[in-house]
């Protein structure tokens, strides 16, 4: 069942969060719906892995014939892998990066994505949706080339791909984090190693910071709400990470045999 982030009389929003079987093969994942006056929008529809989960659950709550938009935040398998399969089911057309623009076709069969791909410039924009829209944030390096959040300004939460992102059960990530200190063990690591750089989050926390924001949820684990939206930001201005972390040391000839499963 999916979880209600935001609902009133024409503007809804849903998470899933555990349409992904938990036996430690695929990341968690969590796949978004957002409706407003009849018209609907996924958000990171994910892999193959949830597509009949995900198709089915929205069903319930949205027709996806009346489905206008699959918007992926970058072209990560876990993010857009199932997109031939949307575009087969769905009239959704495609919204990405235009840095990805050439490259998601390889997700499809040939001609697939022809006249159904919207690509966005690097500086973003707003994109109808029903009575309202969704802006269409940069985010690039954070942690892909061409990458984008999302900010809906009815519900006013902020959709946040890989950033945010925390490693746990899709059950667990059903629960907003409002305190973040405890949070972030289940944090550290992930950011460590995907977000690019200190440079890059700098630049992003000082334009997050200018919009009112109730709630921002990320792509993997829990939301953020409350104190822990701020307390996020603090943190991220003052991470190292990514090429911040990467001397000569990890730029070696390795000596490591690879056999099959096993390194020796």
Excluded at 55 to 75: C, D, N, T, V
Excluded at 168 to 196: C, I, N, W
Excluded at 241 to 250: A, P, Q, T, V
């Amino acid at each position: 069942m999916p979880i209600e982030l935001y609902r009133d009389d024409r503007h809804a929003c849903l998470m899933f969060t555990d349409l992904i079987e938990e036996d430690g093969q695929a990341v968690q994942s969590n796949q978004f719906l957002i409706v407003d006056s009849g018209t609907g929008a996924v958000i990171d529809p994910g892999g193959n892995l949830a597509f009949n989960e995900l198709f089915l659950g929205m069903s319930q709550h949205f027709s996806p014939q009346k489905l206008s938009y699959i918007i992926a935040s970058h072209a990560d398998p876990d993010i857009i892998a199932s997109l031939d399969r949307w575009l087969t089911s769905t009239p959704a057309q495609l919204v990405i990066s235009r840095v990805w623009e050439r490259f998601v076709p390889h997700f499809t069969k040939v001609g697939k994505t022809e006249q159904r791909l919207i690509g966005v410039p690097d500086g973003g924009g707003r994109l109808p949706l029903g009575r309202s829209e969704l802006w269409l944030l940069p985010a690039h390096f954070l942690h892909s080339e061409g990458n984008f959040h999302f900010y809906d300004p009815v519900s006013r939460i902020l959709f946040t791909g890989d950033l945010g992102v925390s490693m746990m059960s899709g059950r667990t990530a059903q629960v907003p984090v409002t305190d973040l200190k405890p949070h972030l063990p289940l944090m550290e690591g992930f950011h460590k190693r995907y977000m690019v750089s200190n440079k890059v989050l700098r630049l992003w926390v000082a334009m997050a910071r200018q919009l009112d924001i109730s709630m921002l949820v990320p792509q993997h684990g829990a939301p953020l709400k409350g104190p822990a939206i701020g307390q996020f930001f603090d943190w991220a201005e003052s991470l190292k990470c990514g090429i911040d972390l990467f001397d000569d040391r990890n730029y070696q000839v390795p000596t490591v045999q690879i056999n099959g499963r096993t390194m020796v």
